[in-house]
C-alpha cells in the first residue's frame, strides 16, 4: 500500500540530508501512519533512522544543520551509543525554528514496567516489535511505501486493537500501555472482548501503582474527553482496572459521564460527574492524577453538584472564577448538568476579579505575603457585594490604602 504525500517539506529534506551524508534510510513510523491511513492529520510526526545518535550528530555538522544539543558539543560524545551520550537515541534538528525529532531505530534490551534500556539497531522489523499495538507498529517510506509487519493495516480495516505479539509481554514493558489499549480502543471504537488481552490486564492492573499520577492523568484525560472513550468504562471495569484507579462506578454515574462527554464538556467534567457517588474519593484522585488546581476545583465542583440538587452558583464563583478558570468553562457546565437553576446562571460570562497586583504595586505595596493577604481580603469584599464593586470602589474599601485619583481604575 501506497499513501499520497504523507511527507512534509522539511521531513523529506531531512530524510535526504541522513541519506546522501552517511547513506542511512529515515521512515515516519508510529500513530501517524495510523492516522495517515485513516485519512487524518496527524498531530505529530515521528521519524526514524538507521543513523545513530552520533552519526546523525555528525552529518547535522557537516551539511551545517542546527541540532539540539548542537553539533558544536559533539567532541563531548562517546563514540559507543549504546553506553552514553544521548541513550535514548533522538536528536532534534531545528529548521526554519521549528523542531524535528529523529530517533534511531532501537531494541529494548531491559524494561521494568515503567522505563526501557535500549540499544540501537539498523533493522526497522526489530524496532517494529518493540512498539505496543498493530496500528503503532507500521512506518512510511520516502517513497510513501507503508510497511505493516503485524497486520495492522487489517486492524484498523477491522476496527481492532491488537498488542503486538503477547499482550502479557508488552504490558509488563510498560503498565501504562493498559490505558493506552483502552485509549487506542476509544480511537478506533473497538467494542470487541479481547480475552486474551483482557485476562492479561486483568492480571496486571495492580501495576499501575507503580505508574507516575502525571502520566495517569495524561491518559485518562484523553480517554474521557470523548463518548467513545467513556464507552470503554464498562471494560475498564471489568478488568479491574477502575476500580485500582480509585473509581467505583455504577449505572447512574456511568449515564452522567456519557451525557457530558457526548456534549463535549471536558475531561475534568465528566470526572466530576464519573466519581458523583458516596464512594469514591474524589479527592484522593485528583491528587493522585496530579490534576491543575483549575482541573481539580471543576471536578470535585460538578461531583458536589451533580450528587445534590442545591444551587450554589456564589460557591462556584468563588472558588473557581478567581483561579484563572478556562474561558469556556460557563458552557462545558452547561452542557454537562443541563435545565438547572445552575446551567442558567453559568450562561452568564463569568465575573472577572477587577484588581491586579499591579495596581497595588502603583499604591505601594510590595509583591510578596502582604500583596497576598490583602488580594484574598479584597475578594471577599468583592464575593460580598455580589461581584459589582469596581477597582476603585474595592481598593478604598481597604482602610489603609486609598486609590489616587489619576490611576484610572475601571
Given at each position: 500500500?501506497?499513501?499520497?504525500?504523507?511527507?512534509?517539506?522539511?521531513?523529506?529534506?531531512?530524510?535526504?540530508?541522513?541519506?546522501?551524508?552517511?547513506?542511512?534510510?529515515?521512515?515516519?513510523?508510529?500513530?501517524?501512519?495510523?492516522?495517515?491511513?485513516?485519512?487524518?492529520?496527524?498531530?505529530?510526526?515521528?521519524?526514524?533512522?538507521?543513523?545513530?545518535?552520533?552519526?546523525?550528530?555528525?552529518?547535522?555538522?557537516?551539511?551545517?544543520?542546527?541540532?539540539?544539543?548542537?553539533?558544536?558539543?559533539?567532541?563531548?560524545?562517546?563514540?559507543?551509543?549504546?553506553?552514553g551520550g544521548l541513550k535514548h537515541g533522538t536528536v532534534t534538528f531545528v529548521l526554519n525554528g521549528e523542531p524535528f525529532e529523529i530517533t534511531t531505530l532501537r531494541a529494548d534490551i531491559a524494561t521494568d514496567g515503567r522505563h526501557a534500556e535500549v540499544a540501537f539497531v539498523q533493522d526497522f522489523r526489530i524496532d517494529a516489535a518493540r512498539r505496543d499495538f498493530t496500528i503503532n507498529a507500521m512506518n512510511v517510506d520516502i517513497h510513501g511505501r507503508v510497511h505493516d509487519y503485524y497486520g495492522g493495516i487489517k486492524d484498523l480495516q477491522n476496527r481492532?486493537?491488537?498488542?503486538?505479539?503477547?499482550?502479557?509481554?508488552?504490558?509488563?514493558?510498560?503498565?501504562?500501555?493498559?490505558?493506552?489499549?483502552?485509549?487506542?480502543?476509544?480511537?478506533?471504537?473497538?467494542?470487541?472482548?479481547?480475552?486474551?488481552?483482557?485476562?492479561?490486564?486483568?492480571?496486571?492492573?495492580?501495576?499501575?501503582?507503580?505508574?507516575?499520577?502525571?502520566?495517569?492523568?495524561?491518559?485518562?484525560?484523553?480517554?474521557?474527553?470523548?463518548?467513545?472513550?467513556?464507552?470503554?468504562?464498562?471494560?475498564?471495569?471489568?478488568?479491574?482496572?477502575?476500580?485500582?484507579?480509585?473509581?467505583?462506578?455504577?449505572?447512574?454515574?456511568?449515564?452522567?459521564?456519557?451525557?457530558?462527554?457526548?456534549?463535549?464538556?471536558?475531561?475534568?467534567?465528566?470526572?466530576?460527574?464519573?466519581?458523583?457517588?458516596?464512594?469514591?474519593?474524589?479527592?484522593?484522585?485528583?491528587?493522585?492524577?496530579?490534576?491543575?488546581?483549575?482541573?481539580?476545583?471543576?471536578?470535585?465542583?460538578?461531583?458536589?453538584?451533580?450528587?445534590?440538587?442545591?444551587?450554589?452558583?456564589?460557591?462556584?464563583?468563588?472558588?473557581?472564577?478567581?483561579?484563572?478558570?478556562?474561558?469556556?468553562?460557563?458552557?462545558?457546565?452547561?452542557?454537562?448538568?443541563?435545565?438547572?437553576?445552575?446551567?442558567?446562571?453559568?450562561?452568564?460570562?463569568?465575573?472577572?476579579?477587577?484588581?491586579?497586583?499591579?495596581?497595588?504595586?502603583?499604591?505601594?505595596?510590595?509583591?510578596?505575603?502582604?500583596?497576598?493577604?490583602?488580594?484574598?481580603?479584597?475578594?471577599?469584599?468583592?464575593?460580598?457585594?455580589?461581584?459589582?464593586?469596581?477597582?476603585?470602589?474595592?481598593?478604598?474599601?481597604?482602610?489603609?490604602?486609598?486609590?489616587?485619583?489619576?490611576?484610572?481604575?475601571?
Amino acid at each position: 500500500m501506497k499513501l499520497a504525500r504523507p511527507w512534509s517539506a522539511e521531513a523529506m529534506f531531512l530524510a535526504q540530508q541522513l541519506k546522501t551524508g552517511g547513506g542511512h534510510v529515515t521512515r515516519i513510523v508510529g500513530g501517524a501512519v495510523r492516522d495517515l491511513l485513516r485519512g487524518e492529520t496527524p498531530a505529530d510526526i515521528d521519524l526514524v533512522t538507521t543513523a545513530t545518535p552520533f552519526e546523525m550528530m555528525q552529518i547535522a555538522e557537516r551539511q551545517g544543520l542546527n541540532t539540539i544539543p548542537t553539533a558544536q558539543r559533539l567532541r563531548d560524545f562517546p563514540d559507543d551509543w549504546n553506553k552514553g551520550g544521548l541513550k535514548h537515541g533522538t536528536v532534534t534538528f531545528v529548521l526554519n525554528g521549528e523542531p524535528f525529532e529523529i530517533t534511531t531505530l532501537r531494541a529494548d534490551i531491559a524494561t521494568d514496567g515503567r522505563h526501557a534500556e535500549v540499544a540501537f539497531v539498523q533493522d526497522f522489523r526489530i524496532d517494529a516489535a518493540r512498539r505496543d499495538f498493530t496500528i503503532n507498529a507500521m512506518n512510511v517510506d520516502i517513497h510513501g511505501r507503508v510497511h505493516d509487519y503485524y497486520g495492522g493495516i487489517k486492524d484498523l480495516q477491522n476496527r481492532e486493537v491488537r498488542f503486538v505479539g503477547e499482550p502479557e509481554e508488552r504490558i509488563q514493558e510498560d503498565y501504562l500501555r493498559i490505558l493506552r489499549y483502552f485509549r487506542m480502543r476509544a480511537k478506533l471504537d473497538d467494542r470487541s472482548r479481547n480475552e486474551v488481552a483482557f485476562n492479561a490486564i486483568l492480571r496486571h492492573a495492580d501495576d499501575l501503582d507503580g505508574l507516575a499520577g502525571e502520566r495517569i492523568w495524561q491518559e485518562m484525560k484523553k480517554l474521557l474527553a470523548s463518548a467513545t472513550g467513556v464507552s470503554q468504562l464498562p471494560f475498564m471495569q471489568s478488568t479491574g482496572v477502575l476500580a485500582k484507579l480509585g473509581i467505583q462506578m455504577n449505572e447512574q454515574t456511568y449515564s452522567r459521564a456519557s451525557l457530558a462527554a457526548e456534549n463535549a464538556s471536558g475531561s475534568a467534567v465528566v470526572l466530576g460527574m464519573l466519581t458523583s457517588n458516596d464512594w469514591t474519593d474524589l479527592d484522593a484522585i485528583v491528587d493522585r492524577w496530579r490534576l491543575s488546581k483549575s482541573e481539580g476545583m471543576i471536578a470535585k465542583f460538578i461531583k458536589e453538584e451533580a450528587a445534590s440538587t442545591a444551587t450554589d452558583f456564589d460557591r462556584f464563583v468563588a472558588a473557581i472564577c478567581c483561579e484563572n478558570a478556562r474561558a469556556d468553562l460557563p458552557s462545558l457546565l452547561y452542557q454537562a448538568v443541563g435545565e438547572t437553576a445552575l446551567a442558567s446562571a453559568l450562561r452568564a460570562q463569568l465575573p472577572k476579579f477587577p484588581v491586579t497586583g499591579e495596581d497595588l504595586i502603583a499604591l505601594g505595596v510590595k509583591p510578596g505575603p502582604e500583596m497576598g493577604e490583602l488580594i484574598k481580603r479584597l475578594k471577599a469584599v468583592w464575593r460580598a457585594s455580589g461581584y459589582s464593586l469596581s477597582s476603585t470602589e474595592l481598593l478604598q474599601s481597604l482602610p489603609d490604602i486609598s486609590a489616587p485619583p489619576s490611576r484610572g481604575f475601571k
